[in-house]
T-cell receptor
Framework: NAGVTQTPKFQVLKTGQSMTLQCAQD?????MSWYRQDPGMGLRLIHY???????DQGEVPNGYNVSRSTTEDFPLRLLSAAPSQTSVYFC????????????FGSGTQLSVL | SQQGEEDPQALSIQEGENATMNCSYK?????LQWYRQNSGRGLVHLIL?????REKHSGRLRVTLDTSKKSSSLLITASRAADTASYFC?????????????FGAGTRLFVKA
């Protein structure tokens, strides 16, 4: 099993550009989530999904969209990138989301100029 | 605002000493988890303690949970240089869309050889 795979590992965008961060897991996990990590802020939850077709907002959802058309994939879309979205993004998954440990991807480092 | 807050923010100890990190949270929880992050990497799950448990052990790790004080502690005994990392507590919060896992800002541990 590859676990949780995130692509790309690094990305530089200009303000106003859009892009999609990819996340895929091969563990048949129902629960998937996106976090951003800024220095000194820990991880903050952006969006999460408890199964295909179901998504919900986390702590900091503004400026991001998600969809969950399959169990395996949970892409994160930046509609119009802003410098405040410069961060490291982590995707995580677990079997059910309830009282389960999370498995993390290796992260995407995003810079918005 | 973040659910969990770790204390101290940073901790520097000598190899062989014990390291204690504390976590406080704000609302009722289903369980509490501790994760470790090496620099530039994704988070790795260490231990999960449920709300009806008071103490749990895993190797050199000991976790306590006091739901009346809304606090938890992580003790690493006989620390090693390889324990140098950031440690995060995470709590599950039930939302209308299902459980979501919220992280604290973390404690940076440095173990000197």
């Amino acid at each position: 099993n590859a676990g949780v795979t995130q692509t790309p590992k690094f990305q530089v965008l200009k303000t106003g550009q859009s892009m999609t961060l990819q996340c895929a897991q091969d563990m048949n996990h129902e629960y998937m989530s996106w976090y951003r990590q800024d220095p000194g802020m820990g991880l903050r939850l952006i969006h999460y999904s408890v199964g295909a077709g179901i998504t919900d907002q986390g702590e900091v959802p503004n400026g991001y969209n998600v969809s969950r058309s399959t169990t395996e994939d949970f892409p994160l879309r930046l509609l119009s990138a802003a410098p405040s979205q410069t961060s490291v993004y982590f995707c995580a998954s677990s079997y059910s989301g309830e009282s389960e440990k999370l498995f993390f991807g290796s992260g995407t480092q995003l810079s918005v100029l | 605002s973040q659910q969990g807050e770790e204390d101290p923010q940073a901790l520097s100890i000598q190899e062989g000493e014990n390291a204690t990190m504390n976590c406080s949270y704000k609302t009722s929880i289903n369980n509490l988890q501790w994760y470790r992050q090496n620099s530039g990497r994704g988070l790795v799950h260490l231990i999960l303690i449920r709300s009806n448990e008071r103490e749990k052990h895993s190797g050199r790790l000991r976790v306590t949970l006091d739901t009346s004080k809304k606090s938890s502690s992580l003790l690493i005994t006989a620390s090693r240089a390889a324990d140098t990392a950031s440690y995060f507590c995470a709590t599950d919060a039930l939302n209308t869309g299902g459980f979501k896992t919220i992280f604290g800002a973390g404690t940076r541990l440095f173990v000197k050889a």
